[in-house]
């Protein structure tokens, strides 16, 4: 069974940046899509940005130039580098993992962006 722990998020001001992990264990499929998502409280869930096992990415147009999504596979491990935070940036974010068949998400983590 895969396990996702997610790590790095807190506290941050505006401007701020800051760099989440998501840790896998298990056995990890060769062909995937890793994803971050976040949810602020009262509002829907949002992809934020995704990754595949060939390193193609995407963003949601409201990151895209400030996240950046990125891979360790020898270390099954992904990270979502985020730079010029904003309060709207505000969020619990998860890691997802699909693949074929199957899918498993992390608990998340907090991130808060305030003066």
């Known amino acids: 069974q895969v396990r996702l722990v997610e790590s790095g998020g807190g506290l941050v001001q505006p401007g701020g940046s800051l760099r989440l992990s998501c840790v896998a264990s298990?056995?990890?499929?060769?062909?995937?899509?890793m994803g971050w998502y976040r949810q602020a409280p009262g509002k829907q869930r949002e992809r934020v940005a995704t990754i595949t096992n060939t390193g193609s990415t995407n963003y949601a147009d409201s990151v895209k130039g400030r996240f950046t999504i990125s891979s360790d596979n020898a270390k099954n491990t992904w990270y979502l580098q985020m730079n010029s935070l904003k309060p709207e940036d505000t969020a619990v974010y998860h890691c997802k993992l699909d693949w074929v068949g199957a899918a498993t998400w992390g608990q998340g983590t907090q991130v808060t962006v305030s003066s």
């Open positions: 298990g056995s990890i499929s060769a062909i995937y899509v």
